[in-house]
């Protein structure tokens, strides 16, 4: 099987892969700048952090790259959305990806710069949209993907639905944890595939060991949906704080910022997530997608790509 070439704008990877932008200092500079460099997109997830912090992570990432493509994650959901963008396009970020909403603005904010925008949809209707507004591409997202879900189909079912529907490249996201699951991705029609989760579980990934080893001792019951602020349903792992949610017994926020633009207040999702991700895996969120618990090692993100084109090119 041969690997598709997924063009963004003037963007061309070397390998049609895209990681995952994870928010809250899940993916940072570290983790994007070793993905670009092994020849994919890598996505530094911006939401959850200042501007000061977004600017000094894609710097970081920048002279780490060696020439590599660079993305950033940006929640539209997030009350400082507009700003993250403009400082996002300021820095020259090669492509915005963002999802959790959709905006119209952005495409008008990034005129007159290289930046790439990129939406992520769950509908035909959503992507012929961000067609029609100007995106390169989109990024399809089914319901096995990791942290909050835009729709409850499976990314088997909408991804040819979009395929079919657009002239842009559909990238596919969700559940995808290896070459064979990218191979199967490529049949139904994908130009390329986004893999947040198995990045997770990279040697430049930065989060605590703990919550490393939550992924690694994973099963398959494990992976839950969980009720999040954000209004949106969440993909997680079972702990102590998911069981707390189910029973509507999770922590009131307190000293709240108002990083979302709306949020129901159950208990502080940024906090959650921050807890988790410093290894307090019970007192926090630990998003993962579906298929998790079939990944079982801790690998340089080189390693991975390998390991990912290996599987893909021994794909039937």
Same mark, same amino acid.
């Given at each position: 099987? /041969?690997?598709?070439?997924?063009? *963004? ?7 049609? $892969?895209? /990681? ?12 994007? #700048? ?8 890598? !996505? ?7 501007l000061a912090e ?14 590599? *493509?660079?993305?950033?994650? %940006? ?9 993250? !963008?403009?400082? =996002?396009?300021? +820095?020259?970020?090669? *492509? ?14 990034? @005129?007159? #710069? ?24 989109? !990024? ?14 499976? %990314? ?7 395929? +079919? ?5 559909? $990238? ?20 390329? $595939? @986004? ?11 930065? !989060?605590?060991?703990?919550?490393? @080893? ?6 398959? +019951?494990?992976?839950? *949906? ?24 999770a922590p009131e ?17 940024? /906090? ?5 991700? +410093?290894? /307090?895996v019970d007192d ?10 079939? %990944? ?5 993100? #080189? ?11 021994? =794909?039937?």
């Open positions: 099987m /041969q690997l598709p070439t997924l063009r *963004i704008a003037d963007y061309i990877p070397r390998f049609p $892969i895209i /990681q995952g932008g994870m928010s809250v200092r899940v993916s940072t500079a570290s983790l994007a #700048s070793a993905v670009a460099r092994a020849g994919g997109i890598g !996505v530094i997830g911006a939401t959850g952090i200042s977004l600017k000094d992570e894609i710097r970081q990432a920048r002279s780490r790259a060696e020439g590599g *493509i660079l993305g950033v994650n %940006i929640m539209f959901a997030a009350r400082q959305f507009a700003e993250l !963008v403009k400082t =996002a396009i300021d +820095e020259k970020i090669d *492509i915005i990806f963002t999802g959790a909403g959709f905006s119209r603005d952005i495409f008008r904010w990034i @005129q007159d #710069s290289t930046t790439a925008v990129v939406p992520i949809v769950s509908s035909v209707k959503a992507a012929r949209l961000a067609e029609k507004l100007g995106a390169p591409a989109v !990024v399809a997202e089914g319901s096995e993907a990791g942290g909050h879900l835009g729709t409850d189909r499976s %990314i088997k079912d909408i991804l040819p639905e979009i395929v +079919e529907s657009v002239n842009i490249p559909v $990238i596919a996201a969700g559940g995808i944890v290896d070459g064979k699951d990218m191979a199967e991705m490529v049949n139904l029609g994908a130009s390329g $595939i @986004q893999m947040a989760t198995r990045f997770v579980l990279s040697e430049e990934c930065s !989060v605590a060991d703990e919550y490393k @080893q939550l992924y690694l001792e994973a099963r398959e +019951e494990d992976v839950i *949906i969980i009720k999040s602020p954000v209004g949106m349903p969440g993909r997680a792992l079972k702990n102590q704080f998911a069981r707390l949610i189910a029973e509507d017994d926020p307190e000293d709240c910022d108002a990083c979302l633009k709306n949020c129901s207040a159950d208990y502080c999702i940024l /906090q959650a997530l921050n807890n988790a991700r +410093e290894g /307090q926090g969120v630990v998003f993962a997608g579906q298929n998790v618990f079939k %990944i079982k090692d801790i690998l340089p993100v #080189s390693c991975i790509f390998e390991q990912i084109l290996a599987e893909f090119a021994a =794909a039937k």
